[in-house]
């Protein structure tokens, strides 16, 4: 078992709490509005979702809109879900077998699919997992509409180009025919003016609403984008193969508190 690592920080700590929080980043008014009913009869639209990581305070009402589109298009039997490894300790690029428990439960391990990953340059780590928000504040979300969604989680320290299309392509071939979503997990510039933010990051989500990986890494190594996760989400782009994006929404923290210097979310669609 992989427990909460951030629960009490970067979310509430209790279920009642954390459930109430969720509740409150879809009604905020940067979130969708209104709380979402789960889709019974999944459509399959969307495979693939660009979700920021930071405190629910900050990030979670851009994320809410995300999930609300998946929510709204039925969820899948498992998410891949890939974070950037923030601490740099354990293999470049890991997959765990563990389930991860948060206040709402234990998200259990797809182990077939997480064992049809371990290809190079993707290792069997948990190390790389134990201290790492990325992935865990995702799995609430899926977790306040459904107990039974599966997961693999991937973490990512190695976020060249090469190395990301190559996880792509793994995540792709293992997924198979599996009705899977993937969740690319990253926030944008870290702690600039919100002009500069808005102004950089725009030039990133550009590439990613073109489906260009090769176009988003140019473009943040370029321009110095402070995008925590520019990997994740060339590896989801390469795994999902989707022939439209849509931007839903783009925030930065300093429209929920005001501050010189801020950290830019944004919640894409890949269909």
Avoid: W
Avoid at 17 to 30: A, V
Avoid at 88 to 99: E, I, L, N, P, R
Avoid at 161 to 175: D, L, N, P, T, Y
Avoid at 246 to 263: F, P, Q, R
């Amino acid at each position: 078992m992989r427990y909460a690592t951030v629960a009490g920080q970067f979310y509430k700590g209790t279920e009642t709490g954390l459930r109430k929080e969720i509740e409150d980043c879809f009604l905020h008014k940067l979130g969708p509005g209104s709380i979402p009913a789960l889709n019974p009869k999944r459509s399959g639209r969307i495979r693939g979702i660009v979700s920021p990581h930071a405190g629910y305070m900050y990030s979670g009402p851009v994320a809410a809109h995300g999930f609300a589109a998946l929510a709204e298009d039925g969820f899948p039997r498992v998410f891949v879900i890939i974070g950037p490894n923030h601490h740099g300790v354990g293999s470049g690029v890991a997959v765990t077998a563990h389930d991860f428990e948060t206040p709402l439960g234990i998200m259990k391990n797809d182990r077939d699919l997480a064992a049809a990953m371990k290809k190079d340059p993707i290792d069997n780590s948990m190390l790389a997992h134990r201290h790492e928000h990325s992935i865990e504040v995702q799995l609430p979300f899926i977790q306040y509409f459904s107990k039974n969604c599966m997961f693999v989680p991937v973490s990512m320290m190695m976020q060249d180009h090469k190395s990301a299309q190559r996880v792509g392509q793994i995540i792709r071939e293992a997924v198979g025919e599996r009705d899977a979503v993937v969740i690319a997990s990253t926030d944008f510039s870290h702690y600039i003016s919100p002009e500069q933010a808005r102004e950089k990051d725009m030039m990133a989500i550009e590439r990613i609403l073109d489906l260009d990986t090769k176009g988003l890494y140019d473009t943040v190594r370029k321009n110095r984008i402070t995008m925590c996760g520019f990997g994740p989400v060339i590896a989801m782009l390469e795994a999902v193969q989707g022939s439209k994006a849509e931007l839903l929404k783009y925030a930065n923290s300093g429209d929920i508190t005001a501050m010189s210097e801020v950290v830019g979310y944004a919640s894409i669609v890949i269909s």
